[in-house]
């Protein structure tokens, strides 16, 4: 995970929830009303997080990685060196099985949130290098 992004336009998002769709599996790429989507501030990752599964408690940190890790960009993209992706807000590795789909708000937040309940903040490398201190 870098702070490097890359954004897809709206036809990517658009042909990847077509194809869940086609492949049956339409309730994964269905976004709730009530979770933002887009470049999303500080509170509305907070929200997000939260709306993932995250704790209240940890919320706030959350939101800061995510603004270290992708700007708060939804479509946010990092090709690693290793060949592996980063995608959304918190920049979900595909090695931890992060893909187009991740651009989902509501999944990237339940994959990051997964990753933290797993191993704290440490997978993020802005968390390892303080660099999501004063993001929000």
């Known amino acids: 995970m ?5 954004r897809h336009g709206g036809f990517f998002i658009t042909a990847v929830i077509a194809g869940a ?13 009530s979770v933002h989507s887009g470049t999303l501030d500080c509170t509305q990752l907070e929200q997000l997080w939260r709306a993932g599964g995250g704790s209240s408690s940890t919320a706030f940190e959350a939101a800061e ?3 270290a890790e992708s700007g708060g960009e939804q479509y946010a993209t990092d090709d690693d060196a290793n060949g592996s992706v980063d995608y959304g ?3 979900i ?3 931890n099985g992060g893909s187009p789909a991740s651009y989902n708000p509501l999944e990237n937040a339940r ?3 997964s990753l933290y309940d797993a191993d704290g903040w440490e997978p ?7 660099a999501e201190t004063g993001q929000c």
């Open 2 to 6: 870098s702070r490097k992004k890359k």
């Open 21 to 33: 769709v086609a492949a049956g599996t339409a309730g994964a790429a269905i976004i709730p009303a």
């Open 65 to 67: 990685i995510a603004r």
């Open 89 to 91: 807000y918190w920049q």
């Open 93 to 95: 590795n595909s090695s």
């Open 111 to 113: 994959q990051a949130v």
């Open 124 to 130: 993020w490398i802005t968390w390892r290098h303080g």
